[in-house]
């Protein structure tokens, strides 16, 4: 497997914080890691760096073996779907679900240029995959924080990326919809095999599907491994400063109170 | 009515209003989706800033009030986004600064201060074909903006975040729109003046926004929705005898009234 990300003694700094200090990872094509830590830890400004919108003051980073610079930023973007953080939409706001998702294709279409039939066939099989067709003419804005993930996951797929960027992507959702968008990223890496890392601080939050933890705290990586050498009390309790039990009722993933 | 059109300055100022009122209508729904009202007052401030300036050193002030709107829509993008604060604030450093450049300016100025005043309450009768112009080579390239790059400048509108996420130059796009609405403030301030010209940007996106969730439409409703706030108002105001920029206004305003009274997005629908 090659390697498709690479950072090596990466220090980055949002305003005047120095956020990632000195991390050096390596990502290879098709896997699926998650990124777990506290809030603060740096883990949203990790996968903002590797998308190139991060301020970066000492290191190098490699995105498919180039040296990402900010000139090639953009062009190394389009290969990477982004999936932010949710955010608040203005339900007026006049934009429907299939226009959010064919902003994905903006990053393979040329400005002047319409979506043509291909484009169209990509969006279809984006919302298919997401199961949101049925929600195709609604207005963005109407729909629940569940629905607008599934629209943001849906957006990021229609960009036929090589590496997928989720950014607490169950955070304030309710239970159903938290398990629905876990079972919809399960789904779309194991049908895809998208190179994919996904931000998390809800320990119980770890897709089946991950290869490999990264642990963070405090804009280091403290602690990077297979499930079963990451995921043990003691790491856990000192990562998040607080006593966590672990509760093996699942074959694949523990359960942590 | 048609005696109407016999005058030249008649003729000029229906050519005017149509023109000023499509352009209006246009930048308005950038203005409403970019949550940025003030962008109006501050830029039409600096076009006033400008003119004033002009009148004072002796130079066409229509010129300066256009590089002066130009400058401060080219800075508020950058100021923003180097600051990291919502544009709002940046709008409001640009509002103060020209705000202090036009008092100072107005102060400097001996004897009457008529000419300078013309560009806060505008004249819709006194525009020329050069200004008449002017107003449609820019109408003409906001229509071939909004043309070519619909589908991004809808991306951008909608969020800079994600539209930077994949990977399009969100930031030309998005200067390019404030833009176009500080160069459509300054051509205007003949028609409507500095000081009413924010309501014409407002009120017709405003209305368009109450009636769909279809972007396209709400362009074209804004566009329609200026051209008859100005045109009626033109002929209002000639019946009527009464100032043609606060009758343009008002109309507008009845508009917008309208609009949020019937608006399908406050109707619940039937169980």
Redesign the interface.
Known sequence: MSEIIKLDNVSVSY?EDIVLKNISLIVNEGEFLTILGPNGAGKTTLLTTI?G?GRILNGKVRIFGNILIKKNA??L??E?G?V?QI?NIDP?????VK??V???R??K?R??K??NEDDEEIVYQAMKLTGILNLSQR??GHLSGGEQQKVAIA?AIA?EPKIMLLDEPTSNLDLSAQKGILDLIEKIYLEKKITTLMVTHILNHIPRCTGRIVLMKEGRIVKQGKKEEVLKEEILSTLYNCSIKKIDYDEEIPYFI | MFELLNYEFMRNAFLGALIGGASCGLVGVFVILMRIPFIGVALAHSAFAGAVLGILVGVNPLALALIFSLISAILIGPIADRAEFDPNISIGIIFAIVLGIAFLCMGLIKGPKTEALKFIWGNILTISRKDIWLMLILLIIIILFLFSLFKEIKSVLFSRDISAAVGLPEKKIYYSMLILTGLVISLNLNTIGGLLIFSLIINPAASAYQLTYNLKKMFILSAVFGILSSLSGLIFSYFFNAPSGAVIIIISSIIFAFTFIFSPKRKVRKI
Request: proline content about 12%; charged content about 25%.
């Open positions: 305003k998308n919108l953009a062009s973007r389009k990477i982004y932010p955010i007026r706001f006049p934009i429907s226009e959010v064919e902003m994905g903006l990053s279409i400005p002047f319409k979506l207005p963005i957006r960009q």
